[in-house]
């Protein structure tokens, strides 16, 4: 069983953009999701397509189970069982520290909105945070892609950003 650790932080600034490489688009959607149920993902990321369940969070972590897929069978899923429930973003990998960081930058509904997120060996590892991160969110489920698929950034009230 694989196992996802993360952590979720807003951006301070733009300053991370100096060392970004990369930059990939990526179209996710969701499938409909009961409430005790797993988070089940397509993503098309580039030329390449995966298919992810993930359990709920405890802690930073929770079981994740990616498998690659035909781009064709992503798109026919997308279009079959995701409906509206899909986040569009750019994803940059941003080295800092001896840690890669992934950037995303998210399009449509949820333009404005920019998040970074490092990847850990364990919930309790620690790591040097860059000087263009922001507020941790890690534990506001409204910042998961899950939520933002069904109630996208740009619908937020500013107080609650």
């Given at each position: 069983?694989?196992?996802?650790?993360?952590?979720?932080?807003?951006?301070?600034?733009?300053?991370?953009?100096?060392?970004?490489?990369?930059?990939?688009?990526?179209?996710?959607?969701?499938?409909?999701?009961?409430?005790?149920?797993?988070?089940?993902?397509?993503?098309?990321?580039?030329?390449?397509?995966?298919?992810?369940?993930?359990?709920?969070?405890?802690?930073?972590?929770?079981?994740?189970?990616?498998?690659?897929?035909?781009?064709?069978?992503?798109?026919?899923?997308?279009?079959?069982?995701?409906?509206?429930?899909?986040?569009e973003k750019v994803r940059y990998l941003v080295p800092f520290a001896g840690a890669t960081w992934e950037v995303d930058e998210y399009l449509?509904?949820?333009?404005?909105?920019?998040?970074?997120?490092?990847?850990?060996?364990?919930?309790?590892?620690?790591f040097v945070p860059p000087p263009w991160l922001g507020r941790e969110v890690s534990g506001d489920r409204r910042y998961t892609n899950g939520?933002?698929?069904?109630?996208?950034?740009?619908?937020?009230?500013?107080?609650?950003?």
């Amino acid at each position: 069983m694989g196992v996802e650790i993360e952590r979720k932080f807003l951006l301070a600034s733009d300053n991370w953009r100096a060392g970004a490489a990369g930059g990939v688009r990526i179209l996710q959607g969701y499938f409909p999701r009961t409430p005790d149920g797993p988070t089940v993902r397509v993503r098309i990321a580039g030329d390449r397509a995966f298919l992810t369940v993930k359990g709920a969070a405890k802690n930073f972590a929770r079981s994740e189970f990616e498998y690659a897929i035909p781009v064709a069978d992503a798109e026919a899923m997308l279009r079959e069982f995701c409906g509206e429930r899909l986040v569009e973003k750019v994803r940059y990998l941003v080295p800092f520290a001896g840690a890669t960081w992934e950037v995303d930058e998210y399009l449509g509904e949820n333009e404005g909105l920019l998040t970074a997120e490092l990847e850990l060996d364990s919930p309790d590892a620690s790591f040097v945070p860059p000087p263009w991160l922001g507020r941790e969110v890690s534990g506001d489920r409204r910042y998961t892609n899950g939520s933002l698929s069904g109630n996208p950034y740009r619908h937020w009230a500013d107080t609650v950003k």
